[in-house]
């Protein structure tokens, strides 16, 4: 039996086969959900706009999630956003959401004001096909977002091995449903906003080893090809915000370490 907050996104998205088609995964997927799985509550959050706490309310209201301090909930946060605009095309919902985001006088904050500016001015069928020609394309997209592509020219190379063991040991497996090799970078980035949420249980050093062996070397370069990619409007301030945030990160652990 489905639960409240599942029926919720399904009667919001217009069914079961929009909802699936919405957060890019099979509809028999869904189907046989009784609850939005963990690691799909932001994809399907973005993508209804039925809020978290309503979705999974023992994960996001107390019931379970390990006490996380102000500065992790919103390191969770940036990952999350960057997760979502890295594994499909911006809804119209979410763009009038990165719309409404307000920037400051640091690098970080300037990303953020020029994704909002740009997405407030974006038609969504324009960004559904930057997006297409950035990662799909005809064949292949302008850009590669997988670890093992930055690390060797390779798809499906040992540095996706090596992260595949190292998940194993965290006793983080790929949800069903999702065939993206674990190395995409919005699968990374899902894991480390669950890391640093606390949603999953995991040594305390797991979120600086999981970044400096599979997120630092590489990632700032893709969002860098981001921000040059001929085919980026939107994406171009995607690809500053995080280069910014990786940067913030890089510094962090650094000084934790």
């Given amino acids: 039996m489905r639960d409240r907050g599942l029926d919720e996104a399904i009667q919001a998205a217009g069914g079961v086969t929009e909802l699936a088609r919405r957060i890019g995964i099979a509809q028999p997927s869904v189907s046989n959900w009784e609850r939005v799985p963990t690691d799909r509550v932001v994809a399907v959050e973005n993508a209804t706009g039925v809020s978290r706490v309503r979705l999974r ?56 004001a020029g994704l909002a500016e740009t997405a407030a001015g974006a038609a969504i069928a324009d960004v559904e096909r930057e997006f297409f020609d950035l990662f799909i394309g005809l064949g292949r997209g302008e850009l590669l977002p997988y670890g093992s592509y930055y690390l060797t020219g390779f ?44 949603r999953f249980a995991a040594p305390a050093d797991a979120q600086r ?20 990619a001929e085919g980026a409007k939107l994406y171009r301030h995607v690809g500053a915000l995080g280069r ?14």
């Avoid at 910014?244 to 370490?257: D, N, R, S, V």
Wanted: glycine share 8%; hydrophobic share 45%; net charge negative.
């Fill in 57 to 112: 309310p023992d994960l996001f209201h107390g019931g379970g999630v390990t006490e996380v301090d102000e500065i992790d909930t919103e390191r969770a946060r940036f990952y999350e956003l960057l997760a979502t605009l890295l594994s499909r095309a911006p809804s119209a919902a979410f763009l009038a959401r990165l719309a409404r985001l307000r920037g400051d006088a640091s690098p970080l904050g300037v990303a953020l």
């Fill in 155 to 198: 798809l499906n190379e040992r540095p996706l091995s090596r992260l595949r063991a190292d998940l194993a040991t965290l006793g983080i497996e790929r949800a069903d449903g999702n065939h993206e090799p674990e190395d995409h970078a919005a699968t990374l980035c899902e894991i480390m906003a669950g890391l640093a949420a606390g």
């Fill in 209 to 228: 080893e999981l970044f400096t062996k599979h997120v630092a070397p590489w990632m700032g370069r893709l969002f860098a090809d981001m921000e040059r």
């Fill in 244 to 257: 910014a945030f990786l940067e913030i990160e890089a510094e962090a652990f650094t000084l934790a370490g």
